[in-house]
């Protein structure tokens, strides 16, 4: 029986369905998060290279992933989403190896910064195919009536890990040396790869499989939305530490904690108002509190204040990717339930690599604050394509009842 017609169960018995898929997800990210603090120090300070070359080996992972997408969505499609994890993992672990040789092939900077590029790359690869297989294989383990939840529960891992790992990577290569980091990367992929193992897979769906360029088209107003209200994670991400730096308030940090803590918490509370209320109210409800959130921090005459607008924008962005991620993946079939899900989510990928710099540009021409009232517009625009989005399906659902 499949998951989609088995009888309900308890919400508890559907969380206990999904945390163990999703925990590759945290695995995965954790790979990730452990040398994020460290890489950029290492290539500039130990390899010589620029701060400019040092922020490139790290961003190019982010490419790998955005031009993989394609593939981890088909590879769940036929595959099926464990063996679409499985290669992730395996892709996390030749990444691992590569960044421990990076890293004892220190004495040749360009080699070391070679290998370090192409384990970034591979890593790109991993996280791509781990992220999209993890939800893939929640959904065919809980079914489908529960997409949002397990979208919720995923990306709980995904920050989750990237909050542990990053200091975690930092106190490694303090007493071990970075050689560490590599070999814990390996280690976090064998473990995953051996967990794994006795999981049960999910079946693969058959039917009608849309062709990629269709299956993107379709979900691209969701994916313009999930851009939108990305710009806001990016801009505190990038600029929140150096606009308490040009105000000269203390805690810069303190304000990441307390996004991540609303982010982590607002998922785990109130995941199930998108299966109750609909994907585009919520995401209105949502983009509409980030945007406050961006405002308060915009106009925040003392720290308290900004910290209010963190948590706010936290709370406002933790719903955003599932509410129309639900809406996204509905508009297509079963079959092809995994390009769905890889195409909206390249737009997160392309959203936060171009807030970046682009919040850079506004930042050099009316200060740092100004970056978060241009995260704010564009969660505003979010909140208009949301209200147009519902409109739509409200029209399309009578015209159906109608027929």
């Not at 997408?69 to 499609?77: E, I, K, T, V, Y």
């Not at 600029?239 to 918490?265: E, Q, R």
């Not at 409800?285 to 720290?303: D, R, V």
């Amino acid at each position: 029986m499949s998951a989609d017609l088995a009888p309900p169960r308890s919400e508890f018995a559907t969380t206990l369905q999904i945390i163990p898929v999703v925990f590759f997800t945290f695995l995965c990210y954790l790979a990730i998060g452990i040398p994020l603090a460290v890489l950029p120090g290492y290539v500039h300070g130990d390899l010589g290279f620029s701060t400019v070359v040092a922020g490139a080996a790290i961003s190019v992972q982010y490419l790998a992933t955005l031009a993989s997408r394609a593939l981890a969505g088909r590879s769940a499609d036929t595959l099926g989403p464990k063996k679409t994890v499985t290669i992730g993992l395996i892709g996390c672990g030749v990444s691992g190896t590569l960044l421990l040789l990076a890293t004892l092939a220190g004495h040749w900077p360009s080699l070391s910064l070679g290998l370090l590029v192409v384990s970034r790359l591979v890593l790109g690869f991993g996280e791509s195919l781990c992220g999209t297989g993890a939800i893939l294989w929640g959904i065919g383990r809980v079914g489908t009536a529960n997409n949002a939840r397990v979208i919720s529960w995923n990306g709980i891992a995904t920050y989750g890990a990237l909050a542990i790992g990053a200091p975690l990577g930092v106190e490694l290569a303090r007493f071990c040396g970075f050689w560490i980091l590599g070999v814990t990367v390996i280690a976090l992929a064998a473990l995953g790869y051996w967990l794994a193992r006795p999981i049960a897979a999910v079946p693969v769906v058959h039917g009608e499989r849309m062709s990629y360029r269709s299956v993107f088209t379709r979900v691209l107003p969701h994916g313009i939305g999930l851009a939108l209200g990305s710009a806001g994670f990016g801009s505190i991400a990038t600029f929140i530490t150096l606009f308490y730096a040009a105000k000269h308030w203390p805690n810069a940090a303190l304000s990441l904690t307390v996004f991540g803590t609303m982010f982590i918490g607002a998922r785990l509370l109130f995941a199930n108002t998108i299966r109750k209320y609909g994907g585009f109210r919520v995401a209105i409800a949502s983009f509409s509190c980030e945007c406050a959130g961006l405002l308060l921090l915009w106009l925040a005459p003392a720290p308290q204040v900004a910290l209010a607008g963190a948590a706010l924008t936290g709370f406002g962005f933790a719903l955003v990717f599932p509410a129309l991620g639900v809406e996204a993946v509905g508009l297509v079939p079963p079959a092809s339930r995994g390009a769905a899900l890889s195409a909206y989510s390249v737009f997160l990928d392309l959203s936060l690599g171009i807030t970046g710099p682009l919040a850079g540009f506004v930042a050099n021409l009316f200060g740092y604050g100004s970056v978060f009232l241009f995260a704010a517009l564009a969660a505003a625009a979010a909140v208009a394509l949301s209200v147009a989005l519902y409109r739509r399906s409200v029209r399309t659902g009578g015209a159906r009842t109608a027929g």
